[in-house]
């Protein structure tokens, strides 16, 4: 069974530099395990590692597609899958560094997508609805898949209904695969206290409007159906529509996000727990590093 290193944790916690030291102790390379950070035009709202960062470490799946192209949890499973096998042949040990955890979990787990069939008939009909309604139809057809689905989530939302349309629930499906690893994997899990990360993220927001955040998201919005483009709906980015369309003052705009990605980091804690085993290292503990080192050290050694 191949070898894979993951890294998650909440929002600003510390993964990326961590990743950094352990690709450079174990002399490997870096596949970024967040939906935001393909797309090559958004720096600042995705917290993107920047070259000086990588200190000459290779990222895989970062900067590599446009923010108006296709990408979602199939194509990134499809293409992360085959980094980790090319690495593994060559005795490198691959670390999956993020905090996206579909996408975490699609490559470790035995997930199978399938191309799915559109009714368009249909799919005007949701169009025609608003988020609310269809959140509250999906509640009332398939109210297990409300559990990983935000009500926020249009497309997602939009792609369940579609698929108990046709005749096969979200849920069921999910509940007909194994979920069974395909790797040997050591899962690492960075952690702090509540009010740490929440100062961090706060900060972070902070640092990222004087970084440019608002003009980077202007650049992007040429007409106003771009607001409702996948790579748009990150949390950094649609909280700026209401802004950008005078119903929302700057400083409301920067506390929504803050807002959004503290309840977000939230949700990241519970999720990672659930969903696989977890190593937590708190980060506020003087020795964590060493700790995740020699815990690394024996893991290699079976």
């Known amino acids: 069974m191949e070898k894979i290193l993951i890294i998650v944790g909440p929002t600003g916690v510390g993964k990326t530099s961590l990743s950094i030291q352990l690709a450079k102790r174990y002399k490997t390379e870096i596949i970024s395990g967040d939906s935001m950070q393909v797309y090559r035009e958004m720096n600042i709202g995705t917290a993107k590692v920047t070259k000086e960062e990588m200190q000459g470490i290779k990222h895989h799946m970062v900067d590599c597609y446009s923010y108006k192209d296709e990408f979602n949890v199939m194509i990134f499973q499809k293409e992360a899958r085959k980094i980790v096998h090319e690495l593994n042949v060559k005795h490198q040990l691959p670390i999956v560094c993020g905090g996206t955890g579909l996408y975490i979990k699609s490559l470790y787990y035995d997930y199978e997508f399938k191309e799915e069939a559109v009714d368009e008939k249909f799919a005007q ?7 609310d309604e269809c959140y509250r139809m999906l509640e009332i057809i398939d109210p297990k898949s409300c559990e990983t689905i935000h009500p926020n989530n249009r497309k997602r939302v939009e792609r369940a209904l579609m698929r108990t349309h046709l005749g096969h629930k979200k849920s069921e499906d999910e509940e ?127």
């Open 125 to 131: 009909f949701l169009k025609s609805r608003s988020d």
């Open 176 to 302: 007909k695969q194994n979920h069974q690893p395909i790797y040997d994997a050591y899962v690492i899990g960075l952690s702090a206290s509540r009010e740490t990360v929440y100062e961090r993220i706060n900060q972070r927001v902070d640092l990222m409007m004087k970084d440019g955040l608002k003009e980077e998201v202007q650049s992007l919005i040429h007409e106003k159906s771009d607001w409702e483009l996948q790579s748009l709906q990150g949390i950094g980015y649609k909280e700026w529509k209401d802004y950008f369309e005078n119903k929302a003052e700057l400083n409301t705009t920067i506390e929504l996000i803050k807002k959004n990605s503290r309840n977000f980091a939230k949700r990241q804690y519970t999720w990672f727990n659930n969903q696989m085993q977890v190593h937590w290292y708190n980060i506020e503990e003087k020795d964590y590093l060493s700790k995740i080192f020699h815990d690394i050290d024996k893991w290699t050694e079976k």
